[in-house]
């Protein structure tokens, strides 16, 4: 049976498209969404508030400048299995905090850089004239600073969250779950006869990653103030435009 | 925590000995990681300064190239490795090919910017002393261009150093080994965890050090301007 016969196969059996079977593929990715987005909201909600704040206050600017690349250095597929560890030591559920708690950790670096970059990089001259029209510093923050560097921040999300669809397949290795990664992984358990699923699950995870994508550019072109969608053009500074990546 | 360390595992968090005993294979798996980073980034390179010379000679294939490299970027190391086993087999070029086609974005990009940042003057200069096309690319624009080169060069080899780990899936070996042989055993074993995922880091830090030392080396003019 060749590769493709396997993949036919597999394609076929009961349950592959169920919504409520584990063994479902839209099952999975539910599961691997839920699971990306979730540890998006919450290292979003985590970094964005406070790189917000430290860079209106120019502060911790070597942090902002590092974080990245420290997130780099750091092998998602070992700090999976770090918290796996430490999880079943301390007797905690390793089926779901380890993953949130890795995911979340790699999602941080490039929301927190992108954020502070996106701020410090403004050009000063609305953050004076709020000042002068009587804007508080926090209503600056919020109402300025915050959605004029919304693009910048975005694209830090879109890498943050595009890191985390690719990690979550991973976490398939050290537990149940882990998405569509699960398929990959079980497939590559069954060795040479588990090719076809290796291949369908391999597809899966590579179709939802380019929709991810696309959605989220769909979602920067709405979400952009207006007044700078008329000064897209206008090139972002070269600071900012490297953490785009 | 310490009652609950006791209560658990009698397995200490990290064993000197069990890094003494496994001296060789730690090399042997240190050297497989580096042999995979270097032959992935080379691979990269080369063909990124193939299609960054594409790119500054037709305008049209820029985008082109930017817009595939981009598509490739965002594939799942996972994703991609599973698309390929039932091809390549577990083998090195299995780990390789998405390990290259990462870096590609990233270089095909800093390439073409470090040239485009090349002051027209000098370029003028070059024309005006009888430069030719490719004689004023290989020996002008391209090591006036090797700063940009080189930065995008450590973002490459940072990432692929922890991707790499992730080969392990494919019986690769590297330091992804001592990661999965971690929970592999019957009793955890938290030293080969922390072994695989410190070394890892280390050699990306150094890697990105060597790449920092070899820029000031191969273009010492930016220090000078930076004073």
Known sequence: MNVFDQLAAWLGEPGRWSFTDPSGIPYRTVEHLSFSLLSLVIAALLTIPLALWLAHYRRAAFLASSAVNIGRAIPSFGLIILFWFLASRWEVDTTFWPLLIALVALALPPLFTNTYAGVTSLDQAPVDAARGTGYTEGQIMLRIELPLSLPVVLAGARVAFLQLVATVAIGAIVNDGGGLGRYIVDGFAQGAGGYGEILGGGIAVIVLALVCEGAFSLLTRFTVPRGLRITRKNELPSRAKATIS | ?227
């Open chain 2, 1 to 227: 925590m310490r009652t609950l360390f006791a209560a658990q595992s009698d397995r200490p968090l990290f064993e000197w000995r069990w890094v003494e005993r496994n001296a060789d294979n730690i090399v042997t798996r240190f050297t497989e990681h580096v042999s995979l980073t270097a032959t992935a980034l080379g691979i990269g390179l080369v063909l990124s300064v193939g299609l960054a010379v594409l790119s500054l000679r037709w305008r049209w294939f820029y985008p082109v190239t930017l817009s595939a490299a981009g598509a490739l970027y965002v594939i799942p190391s996972l994703g991609a490795f599973a698309l390929l086993v039932p091809f390549t087999g577990l083998s090195f070029t299995t780990a390789v090919i998405p390990l290259a086609t990462y870096t590609l974005l990233i270089l095909v990009r800093n390439i073409v910017t470090g040239v485009q940042q090349v002051p027209t003057e000098v370029r003028e200069a070059a024309i005006g002393l009888g430069f030719t096309r490719v004689n004023l690319l290989f020996r002008v624009e391209l090591p006036l261009a090797l700063p940009v080169v080189i930065a995008g060069l450590r973002v490459a080899a940072v990432t692929t150093i922890g991707l790499v780990t992730v080969t392990s899936m494919l019986g690769m070996g590297g330091l992804g080994f001592f990661i999965r042989q971690g929970i592999q055993t019957t009793t955890p074993n938290p030293t080969a965890i922390i072994v695989g995922i410190g070394l890892s880091i280390l050699l990306a830090v150094l890697v990105d050090l060597l790449l920092w030392l070899s820029e000031r080396a191969l273009a010492p003019w930016t220090r000078k301007a930076r004073g």
